[in-house]
């Protein structure tokens, strides 16, 4: 495992409070599926996001909503990311 792959399930674990096990699983999955073959913790949470909503958009989310809320939770974990390691660069995701 990564450094980098270390870092981002470290910074996401102190998130996990209160956050469902369906939707923990999902994220978590996904970003240890992506963070095998990126190099900073930032581009791990990218691809996991873009790899979520890919799926997303190609599955009925009324059959598994759980697949949305990941999406959702993925992007929003990117913005936080950014907002703390790089808060000058925020702007540059919207």
Same mark, same amino acid.
């Given at each position: 495992m990564s450094?980098? /792959?270390?870092?981002?399930?470290?910074? /996401?674990?102190?998130?996990?409070?209160?956050?469902?096990?369906?939707?923990?699983?999902?994220?978590?999955?996904?970003v240890k599926r992506v963070g095998r073959s990126q190099a900073t913790p930032e581009a791990i949470l990218r691809d996991a996001a873009d790899q979520v909503l890919a799926e997303t958009v190609r599955t009925d989310t009324r059959t598994n909503p759980v697949r949305?809320?990941?999406?959702?939770?993925?992007?929003?974990?990117?913005?936080?990311?950014r907002s703390e390691s790089r808060p000058e660069m925020l702007e540059t995701l919207l």
């Open positions: 450094d980098a /792959l270390k870092d981002v399930l470290s910074w /996401l674990e102190e998130r996990q409070d209160g956050v469902p096990a369906a939707l923990r699983t999902a994220v978590f999955d996904t949305l809320l990941a999406a959702d939770a993925l992007i929003t974990y990117v913005c936080e990311y």
